[in-house]
Structures are given as C-alpha cells and as structure tokens.
C-alpha cells in the first residue's frame, strides 16, 4: 500500500506546520466525497493534467481513456475523492 500524500498525512503536516514555528491552533478536517463523471467529463478533467499535456501522444492518451470510459464504464465513472482542509491562525 502506498503512504498517504503529504497533505492527507494529518499529523505529519500539522507536526511541520508546528515547527515552522509561524501559525498557532491549527486545525485539520477531511472529507470523503464522490465525483461521477461522464466520458466527456473525463476526458476534460484529465486533459487538464499536467502528466497527461507533456505527453507527445497526450490526444492519443485521452482518447483511449475515453474509449475506456465508454466501454469499460458504460459511460459514468466513479472517483473516490478526499479533500484536505488545514486551518490555522498565524502568530503575532
């Protein structure tokens, strides 16, 4: 299994914003959440990454993932999602 980034890593970054030494009460929440998409959708959210425009065939790449989204997933695919939300106030 591989380890959690950085930024899902709660007490790893808390515990690195504690010793920069600049915030004070800092606070983490997460929450778990479903994005659906379309073969479309799909496509248009993946050709916005950067792995994926630095490629010579990036439009070849996007197009077989649509074609994957199509066939594979019956045209709806399900993204597990996790958004990461640290709140902290900074230090007179």
Known sequence: MLPNPFALDAPAR?????????????????????????????????????????????????SEL???AVDGFKGRVTRSMMTSLYVARRRP
């Open 66 to 68: 649509r074609r994957i």
């Open 14 to 62: 808390i515990a690195a914003l504690e010793r920069a030494r600049v915030f004070d009460s800092i606070d983490h929440q997460s929450s778990a959440w479903t994005l659906v998409l379309n073969a479309e959708q799909t496509v248009a959210l993946y050709a916005t990454y950067s792995n994926i425009n630095i490629r010579a065939d990036s439009t070849a790449v996007l």
